[in-house]
């Protein structure tokens, strides 16, 4: 099952549309294939290099607001979407956990933490 969503930066300068698998959400991110991508505008982007490992991350260069990360040496690029910029991001339910050996301890359990409601 596909679904089509939308996102933007926060001021709106870069939007962008994909159609994603939503079983492929994970916390934190959910990967896309280039061809599902279509990007209007281009963000800035900031090349970080983790184990040999070249990753762009993309960013509104206005409001900075975080867009996706891509891997420099995958071909076809997948790109790894920032949650908080999809507007179907309550639909996106998390399928599995990534990278779980160097979580902080206290994060794979946080119902106890007390909740804010709002932020002022």
């Not at 933007?8 to 934190?28: F, L, Q, T």
Request: aromatic content about 8%; charged content about 20%; proline content about 7%.
């Amino acid at each position: 099952m596909r679904m089509k969503i939308e996102g933007s930066c926060h001021c709106g300068k870069i939007s962008y549309e994909a159609d994603i698998n939503p079983e492929y959400v994970v916390i934190c991110h959910c990967s896309v294939k280039a061809e599902n991508f279509q990007l209007r505008r281009q963000p800035k982007t900031y090349v970080k290099t983790a184990r040999s490992n070249r990753r762009a991350l993309a960013f509104c260069a206005d409001c900075g607001s975080a867009l996706y990360s891509t891997s420099l040496e995958d071909h076809p690029p997948l790109f790894n979407l920032r949650l908080g910029g999809i507007k179907q991001r309550a639909q996106l339910v998390p399928k599995s956990q990534g990278f779980c050996s160097s979580a902080m301890p206290w994060a794979m359990d946080i119902a106890d933490i007390p909740r804010i409601p709002e932020q002022s």
